[in-house]
């Protein structure tokens, strides 16, 4: 089948990688229609992880065969992290954290840049009719915002600062603004805030907040400095989200941490449930970020296009 | 009157240290009975917060004026954080984190190892009659690791570990059991452990648990190598509580943080009236910690005494 795969250093396209091994009981062989590029496939071309294989975890497709009749010839999006099943994270809902688990297009896990994927029945998640293919590729990373409001209780009087206007940012700034509370969106382009400007969300380029002017603070920055920023920035018994992931280990000031009572949660990958609903609802608007599409064919220019500094999101056409 | 005082770099026993100006409408004027030195003490005879004065900020004693009558004559302790009163901070009851805050004995405040001291009514509790003076000096850190649970939800079936076994770490195991949580108190000091053990605490001096194996770290250990460590042993999803200070930056992972979405929760002073209940209920035992207790005269010594590695809580009798 066409796929995308990244082997030896090196990604490529080709007509003839091996078609995914015939499901067991409890998968589902997906046939893609579309598939997002994140800041992670970039990396694992990179060398992050040490990947080998076929990258791409945000998708949507059309099931073709599976052990459950209810998903059969329906559009899907799926989770990424498929668990072991038996272990005590798994037993207690916490599958995304199994210690044996593989990750579509990341870990141990052929992923969507490619014709068909197999992928757990338990990860599967219907794609109501009001949504269309190129929004329902968005749900993975909207997931991951809805991620914040999962974990930490926002107020609708709390202030809050949402650092970095790339994809996930400007998708974060839009999920933490319903909640009502009063948001900044602070970043480095004017037009790519604009984006969520446009939604009636306060922006900035020239963030020269004072100290002590957040309840919570989102780092969605990417960089390294963003964690001392995030820090400043934030109240005493305010709440620091890390969004991003960074190469650096980074010296941090435990002992301001502790004066301040400041905590800091790292958070990664969240509910489809409520990212679905949303783009049902149309509360939270993905559109303006598609940046580009290309077809499958043409996927390592898609790769070149998206690693662009500044690039919104790039979609394959599969 | 008499004092110790801290000044020039040195502590020096005085009995004639000016006795604190008349009170104003909102404080009290108390004669300090009895008072704890605690590792802050410690600190500031090293220079910590530049503080010249009197030191001192655990203590109990008798009120001999105050604009509130129902103080007057009673036994208080006191909350060492004083408010501005005007700011968000105060008038959001969080005076622990006014900015223009002075703090007994660590900031632009005498404190309690003298003869009389002065503090804002608001900050007084009155001492139950089932609460020695002893006892009472014990509240302010009680309520410090009281804090733990007013920041963040303990559930009787959490495996909780506590690291350190110096005075804070062996109040905080005390009050953590309390919720009937699966905990484990780590030092270094088995004579230390044996306190809680005696409590029916399970306590470990050879702490080689596996990676991933608590949902709550509380690092009372002091060190800068406890963070990693806590790291360590916190499961994904779990939490690190900071209760202790440490001088340096340290390099932190904060990657591993995001991945594995752990929670960091800075944890300082805490509330006095639930760290009264324990003591009146006896539910905390804090009368197998003090060491020694000395004259306020001998205070120089009392200071040697408890610097000294492994010291449990000195006390002076003013």
Not at 289 to 294: A, D, S, V, Y
């Given at each position: 089948m066409r796929?995308?795969?990244?082997?030896?250093?090196e990604l490529r396209f080709t007509r003839d990688h091996s078609v995914p091994t015939k499901p067991k009981y409890n998968e589902a062989l997906i046939r893609v229609t579309h598939a997002g590029i994140c800041g992670t496939d970039l990396e694992i071309t990179k060398g992050y992880m040490g990947f080998q294989g076929v990258p791409g975890h945000e998708f949507v497709g059309i099931v073709e065969s599976?052990?459950?009749?209810?998903?059969?010839?329906?559009?899907?999006?799926?989770?990424?992290?498929?668990?072991?099943?038996?272990c005590p994270s798994c037993l207690n809902r916490r599958r995304n954290h199994c210690p044996n688990r593989s990750v579509l297009g990341i870990l141990n896990k052929d992923g969507a840049f490619a014709e068909q994927l197999t992928l757990s029945n338990k990860n599967l998640h219907l794609v109501p009719?009001?949504?269309?293919?190129?929004?329902?590729?968005?749900?993975?990373?909207?997931?991951?915002?809805?991620?914040?409001?999962?974990?930490?209780?926002?107020?609708?009087?709390?202030?809050?600062c949402v650092m970095g206007d790339g994809r996930l940012?400007?998708?974060v700034s839009q999920v933490l603004a319903l909640t009502g509370c009063n948001l900044v969106a602070a970043g480095r382009y004017e037009e790519k805030l604009a984006i969520v400007k446009e939604r009636g969300i306060d922006t900035t380029c020239n963030p020269d907040f004072p100290q002590n002017e957040f309840d919570v603070v989102v780092d969605c920055s990417g960089s390294a400095a963003g964690f001392d920023l995030a820090r400043k920035w934030v109240k005493p018994r305010g709440t620091i989200v890390l969004k991003t992931t960074v190469?650096?280990?980074?010296?941090?000031?435990?002992?301001?941490?502790?004066?301040?009572?400041v905590t800091v949660v790292g958070s990664r990958c969240g509910p489809f449930a409520p990212a679905l609903r949303a783009l049902a609802m149309k509360s939270v608007d993905v559109r303006p970020?598609?940046?580009?599409?290309?077809p499958l064919e043409e996927g390592v220019e898609a790769f070149h296009y998206a690693s662009q500094k500044g690039a919104l999101k790039v979609l394959l056409r599969i």
């Open positions: 796929a995308l795969v990244y082997q030896n250093n599976c052990g459950e009749e209810r998903f059969v010839g329906k559009r899907v999006v799926g989770e990424i992290n498929v668990g072991c099943g038996v009719d009001l949504v269309t293919d190129e929004e329902a590729v968005f749900v993975e990373p909207l997931a991951a915002a809805f991620e914040i409001t999962q974990q930490i209780p926002l107020r609708p009087t709390d202030k809050v940012g400007l998708l190469a650096e280990r980074e010296a941090v000031d435990l002992n301001s941490l502790v004066i301040d009572e970020l598609i940046e580009k599409t290309f």
